[in-house]
């Protein structure tokens, strides 16, 4: 059985303090080192999620606001060169993903059916409603996660560094 919109919610609420507990006590090194070259660091990865919430901030508010609208694509390869993801700061990265998130989850959590329906249209995935974007949104956080977790690992020689 699909999850429901208010179980979409709750994920998408929970991701931020998910990610804290992941990177709690792991060394500022580890977080920076990329597990291979041209892979992108822990660090990276929440600069990533910060700038993807962005995007899906205005992506939301733009299909509920004109239905139908185009929805561009975007590089995330060439967002992470042109927003030197390395050279963030780790607790700027974390605030900007979890003040859109919360802002985002505040958004949704006052839709009305009829808004939830409301859709655009997206350069690589077609047809979207306001609804497939929040449900596709936990999914990228858990890929996210996940290559953060590794990440870490191969940053300290493949031991856990965090429950």
């Not at 892979?39 to 919430?53: G, M, R, T, Y």
């Not at 694509?73 to 605030?95: K, V």
């Not at 808004?115 to 449900?135: C, I, N, P, Q």
């Amino acid at each position: 059985m699909p999850e429901t919109l208010q179980q979409v919610i709750a994920r998408q609420r929970e991701a931020p303090g998910v990610l804290d507990r992941l990177i709690a006590g792991a060394p500022e090194t580890a977080l920076r080192r990329p597990p291979a070259p041209g892979q992108w660091s822990a660090v990276a990865v929440i600069a990533h999620l910060a700038e993807d919430e962005l995007s899906s901030s205005w992506r939301y508010r733009q299909m509920l606001e004109h239905p139908g609208i185009a929805l561009p694509s975007f590089d995330q390869d060439e967002w992470a060169r042109r927003g030197n993801y390395p050279s963030w700061d780790l607790a700027d990265a974390l605030d900007m993903f979890r003040l859109l998130r919360q802002a985002n989850v505040r958004l949704l959590s006052g839709l009305t059916d009829e808004e939830w329906d409301r859709w655009g249209t997206h350069a690589e995935r077609g047809r979207m409603t306001v609804a497939d974007l929040a449900r596709h949104m936990p999914e990228h956080d858990a890929r996210h996660l996940a290559q953060i977790e590794r990440a870490l690992r191969a940053a300290v020689g493949g031991s856990a560094c965090a429950d």
